[in-house]
């Protein structure tokens, strides 16, 4: 068993953690949260704290353990990170579509004239080939030919 720490080595190496969770926690914001592509980032982060927390107290903690305190402290920030940063980074994400989306909205602001004058030339065009179908045809009254049987004609 791991040997007793004192209160401020617990809280220092709580800190060192809940630093690598913030990080962590914060690549994690960028990422989907819904849905199967949010699967392979939440996978993918808790493996990273955990071989980070696992490196951290192999390399520098005080008697080289893994101990309660530190993946709490790591995934209880990253999830406040997240949290935090994930509605900044949305509205980031929004106004970086919008600005990128400016040039198409004055393309399509130039572009309607042109559009509304197509429309109403397909429109007149429909309007005269329905006028033209619709035209009356006067209807040919001819007299129809009666079947001539073959020697009824005929007198002798």
Avoid: H
Wanted: proline share 6%; hydrophobic share 50%; glycine share 8%.
């Amino acid at each position: 068993m791991a040997p007793a720490l004192a209160p401020v080595l617990i809280g220092q190496e709580a800190a060192a953690c809940a630093l690598l969770g913030l990080v962590l926690g914060s690549v994690r914001a960028v990422f989907p949260v819904r849905g199967r592509a949010a699967i392979l980032p939440d996978m993918a982060l808790v493996g990273a704290v955990l071989l980070g927390l696992q490196s951290y107290a192999a390399a520098l903690s005080a008697g080289g353990v893994l101990r309660w305190y530190m993946p709490g402290s790591a995934f209880l920030c990253a999830f406040g990170a997240e949290r935090l940063l994930r509605p900044a980074l949305q509205a980031l994400e929004q106004g970086l579509f919008w600005l990128a989306a400016g040039p198409l909205r004055l393309a399509r602001r130039a572009l309607q004239p042109l559009a509304a004058a197509r429309k109403n030339r397909a429109e007149q065009a429909r309007a005269r080939r329905a006028q033209k179908r619709s035209a009356k045809k006067p209807k040919k009254n001819l007299p129809s030919t009666r079947r001539l049987l073959y020697n009824s004609n005929v007198s002798k």
